[in-house]
């Protein structure tokens, strides 16, 4: 054949499979882009990573942002009091069951965090060790990659006041590769980088597991543990800066440091309320409420039973008589206990106590907190959990992160006096009609996931939200701080000429 006779087959040839590749290309941004594909995103791509070296990233971030615990960088997230961010968490009942947000990741950036945490490297006598957790010799902390090698925390309502658990592990995973989870806090090495540092002293655990005598001793462990971590603090540098004011302890027991807690006052604390400390020690102004860890199970939204479908109007479960603010219990339990459709009695956690609890609070419309011998309990969080409304009577409560949070769309308040009024709080209560209701309980499961505590942390779960009320502290804090210190650094300066 001549070569004139050979370029038209040539041409022929190349124009069929440029015409091919232009058919197969355009098959395929069908397939990708077309809403009714009957290949699903997730198996495409797959397919064109395993089969082919195209890839499209812009399809990447797309798919980040739906799931973002497959981003690189957590998703923005607005504190802004008028504006709360809720986005639930991927497992709001993973408390107990840890594992989630594990896989291939990065560190977080410090340059993402809201705090930046320096944590003390304390001897696992003051945290793990609390926990019967012993390490190889000089080993401080515990491998946390692999939830499995976790020390569980002490379970029963030891769990009610866990807080340092939580906030400890997550401080330890931060800087982990493995383990994804929020990014508000971020541990950090040098403490002159740090906004707090971070004390992981188990102060709840060693009050209720530690705080009675053993044997022949003469000193509790309890009280031997605060005794050693006071010596400990006010010797470092750290604390001699500031005067332990950019430090934060938990003490969330309202029992547990009390005979270090004078003296570390200074410190921003981390409590479930002000109940048993003097104005001095504790106040709005530096220290932080967390929530109680709830102890009943966490009702799935798809099976929250609606206003029809609650048969109990109010219901309270039980130590009825407490001293102190506790008073109004008993009188409220007199005034209750005969009425239709009100189920107020004794009851403990004891045996099958926290599972019939929690199946009466998910019965039930409105769920009672009332003062005890402390203005909170864990009850209202568990009355959270469950989608049932709470009724607030405790005249000095004070809430977790209601700088953020409107407690108000989602619980009832009734002043003390008179909640104890003949039939004011029953008629109260049957005031409020089914969509006033229903609006409340909505919400409830808008907000509930902030208040589930968990490994590794969440966006915006208990520990996220923790973290980003502290960092809310930091900005008066530091303003306190350098006020104080403007005279100090002058003589400093002076003395060093």
């Not at 008028?82 to 993973?94: G, I, L, Q």
């Not at 569980?152 to 592990?169: C, F, K, R």
């Not at 188990?202 to 053993?214: A, G, I």
């Not at 005979?259 to 921003?268: F, N, P, W, Y």
Request: glycine fraction near 6%; include cysteine; proline fraction near 5%.
């Amino acid at each position: 054949m001549s070569e004139k006779s050979k370029l038209p087959s040539r041409f022929l040839f190349c124009l069929m499979t440029i015409s091919t590749f232009l058919l197969i290309l355009s098959s395929v941004f069908l397939l990708q882009f077309s809403h009714g594909s009957f290949i699903s995103r997730s198996v495409f791509k797959l397919i064109l990573v395993n089969g082919t070296s195209v890839y499209f990233n812009s399809n990447v971030k797309s798919e980040q942002m739906e799931n973002p615990l497959h981003s690189d960088k957590p998703p923005h997230i607005d504190t802004n009091p008028t504006k709360v961010n809720r986005v639930a968490c991927s497992n709001s009942n993973s408390g107990r069951e840890m594992g989630s947000g594990l896989g291939r990741g990065r560190p977080c950036d410090s340059n993402d965090a809201v705090l930046k945490v320096y944590m003390y490297d304390l001897p696992p006598q003051f945290h793990f060790g609390l926990l019967g957790w012993k390490g190889r010799e000089n080993q401080t902390w515990p491998s946390i990659n692999n939830p499995n090698h976790v020390p569980p925390y002490a379970d029963g309502l030891n769990l009610q006041h866990s807080m340092e658990y939580w906030l400890t592990l997550d401080l330890l995973s931060s800087n982990s590769p493995k383990v994804i989870r929020s990014c508000s806090a971020i541990r950090v090495k040098n403490s002159s980088d740090a906004d707090i540092v971070f004390v992981p002293f188990f102060s709840s655990l060693s009050y209720n597991r530690h705080s009675k005598l053993q044997g022949n001793a003469k000193v509790s462990v309890n009280k031997m543990l605060q005794n050693k971590l006071l010596q400990f603090l006010i010797g470092q540098d750290e604390w001699k800066r500031y005067g332990g004011k950019d430090h934060l302890i938990v003490a969330h027991h309202p029992n547990c440091m009390l005979d270090a807690r004078k003296k570390l006052g200074s410190a921003m604390l981390l409590l479930a309320d002000f109940g048993r400390y003097p104005m001095e020690i504790a106040n709005l102004e530096k220290d932080t409420i967390a929530p109680y860890y709830h102890v009943v199970r966490t009702i799935p939204s798809v099976e929250s039973a609606s206003y029809d479908k609650r048969s109990i109007l109010v219901y309270f479960q039980g130590a009825i008589y407490r001293k102190d603010g506790g008073v109004i219990r008993q009188e409220l339990y007199y005034l209750l206990k005969d009425e239709k459709d009100v189920h107020f009695t004794f009851g403990t956690a004891q045996g099958n106590g926290v599972n019939v609890a929690g199946l009466g609070m998910a019965s039930s419309k409105f769920c009672l907190n009332i003062a005890g011998d402390t203005p909170s309990s864990n009850r209202l969080f568990d009355a959270i959990v469950s989608h049932c409304v709470p009724v607030i009577i405790s005249d000095d409560i004070e809430l977790p992160f209601e700088d953020v949070l409107d407690y108000s769309e989602f619980c009832v308040f009734v002043n003390s006096s008179d909640a104890v009024k003949k039939g004011y709080l029953l008629n109260f209560l049957r005031g409020i009609e089914k969509d006033q209701w229903t609006m409340m309980w909505d919400r409830l499961k808008e907000i509930v996931h902030h208040f589930e505590y968990q490994y590794p942390s969440q966006p915006d779960d208990a520990v996220d939200m923790i973290w980003k009320a502290v960092s809310r502290k930091i900005s008066s804090q530091r303003f306190e701080i350098f006020r104080q210190n403007r005279y100090h650094r002058s003589q400093l300066l002076l003395t060093s000429n």
